[in-house]
Nanobody
Framework: QVQLVESGGGLVQAGGSLRLSCATS????????MGWYRQAPGKQRELVAT???????NYANSVKGRFTISREYTKNTVYLQMNSLKPEDTAVYYC?????????WGQGTQVTVSS
């Protein structure tokens, strides 16, 4: 069974940093496009950042220059380094694995940024 195990969420003041982690299987990690999405209260789920198996990245305009997505191949883990956090970043963040025909999701981790 495919599992995406997330960690790293929490409460942080505006301007601070957090790093989210998403651990998955070797098979998924080595072939799927990995990504982070978020959903704030009353909002639809939106893409935050993605990284392909080849290491190509894509970011939402709202997080460009502040967030960095990366892969650690030896641990089958994708990270989202979040710097200069804003209250608008408050949301449940979800890890995603996408093969273009199949999608898997983590359980979500809460990120709260206080002003």
């Amino acid at each position: 069974q495919v599992q995406l195990v997330e960690s790293g969420g929490g409460l942080v003041q505006a301007g601070g940093s957090l790093r989210l982690s998403c651990a998955t299987s070797r098979t998924i990690f080595s072939t799927y496009r990995m990504g982070w999405y978020r959903q704030a209260p009353g909002k639809q789920r939106e893409l935050v950042a993605t990284i392909t198996s080849g290491g190509f990245t894509n970011y939402a305009n709202s997080v460009k220059g502040r967030f960095t997505i990366s892969r650690e191949y030896t641990k089958n883990t994708v990270y989202l380094q979040m710097n200069s956090l804003k209250p608008e970043d408050t949301a449940v963040y979800y890890c995603n694995a996408d093969s273009r025909t199949w999608n898997y999701w983590g359980q979500g981790t809460q990120v709260t940024v206080s002003s």
